[in-house]
């Protein structure tokens, strides 16, 4: 029946429904614990941050991940020691997690779903971007690609995606901008790309370098070329897989322009283990309990969240 089907395909959509669909397959005992550990972060002081800069911090996040990204920036800003402009990008935040991430980052740019999909829309159509338009409506993920680069006026982005805790300085990633000659992306596990090295270099005309991983970065933003992106949309097999075609764009883009791969203490890896000088550790996949009961037990173990409320108290800036 064409109603029961409508009924049914709306239920799908509601987030209490997913919410509840999701914490079934995760597991109610592992879903509990994530609860617990994930929501110690929301005790701690907001973080203070620049307005403008040469530099920007650009996240990417949603309604199931809002309070994972508190994580990854707050432990990011306390351990760089920076103020570097925060730009959130909303894919798809309740009213409530927008209140609250202004409240944890009061200086931040929240970017509205609506209105970077105004404007991004706006900005390609007048350069004839179409395929670059038409992909970005397909998959989220282009956002990180397509929007962090069209909407900033900065000389450099650093992305950090949701799923990433920091231990220890990126030192790495604190470069001035006028010093960064080439971008740097985490070494991924495996070769995550739409098309294989050959088929890189048949059909695109780059062979790019292997092992990008786009969830952590510093990207000079002159180095994306949305001509070639354009270009490059042509192929198929860039849209087969929506999880690695906005990585595989990344690293044709970067290699072109010059890329390196953060070293070793920047990890990312779905095995459990936390070596000795890890600056971060990337936890990709579904639902990641090694995140919560790994990266996030490691740090309110050695003190993390107290540090932020010391560092408050003392009348310093949480950075």
């Known amino acids: 029946m064409p109603a029961l089907s409508a009924l049914r395909n709306w239920v799908g959509r509601q987030p209490l429904y997913l919410d509840a669909r999701w914490t079934w397959r995760e597991g109610l005992r592992p879903a509990w614990r994530r609860v617990r550990i994930q929501r110690q972060i929301l005790k701690t002081p907001p973080v203070r941050t620049a307005r403008r800069g040469p530099v920007e911090v650009r996240v990417l996040t949603w309604w199931r991940d809002w309070v994972n990204i508190v994580w990854a920036l707050k432990s990011f800003y306390h351990f760089a020691g920076v103020d570097y402009p925060l730009y959130i990008h909303d894919g798809g935040l309740k009213p409530a997690n927008l209140d609250a991430l202004r409240q944890h980052f009061p200086d931040c740019h929240l970017v509205l779903e609506q209105e970077s999909n105004a404007r991004v829309s706006e900005l390609l159509s007048a350069r004839g971007l179409e395929r670059c338009q038409s992909y970005r409506l397909r998959n989220i993920a282009t956002r990180k690609l397509l929007d962090y680069f069209l909407l900033s006026d900065a000389d450099c982005i650093i992305s950090v995606d949701s799923d990433i805790v920091f231990f220890r300085r990126p030192a790495e990633l604190c470069v001035p901008a006028d010093q ?131 560092g408050s108290r003392d009348g310093r800036a949480v950075t």
């Open 180 to 310: 960064l000659r080439k971008n740097y992306y985490n070494r991924d596990e495996n070769y995550w790309y739409s098309l294989t090295p050959q088929e890189c270099e048949s059909e695109l005309g780059v062979v790019p370098q292997p092992y990008v991983n786009s969830g952590l970065f510093l990207v000079r933003r002159d180095s994306i070329d949305f001509e070639s992106i354009e270009r490059w949309l042509k192929n198929p097999k860039l849209f087969a897989d929506a999880w690695v075609s906005e990585q595989t764009l990344h690293a044709l883009c970067s290699t072109a322009y010059g890329v390196g791969l953060l070293p070793d203490s920047y990890l990312v890896s779905t095995r459990p283990g936390l070596e000795k000088n890890l600056v971060c550790k990337h936890y990709p996949g579904f639902f990641r309990p090694l995140l919560y009961e790994e990266g996030m037990a490691h740090l309110i173990r050695t003190g993390f969240l107290k540090a932020l409320c010391a």
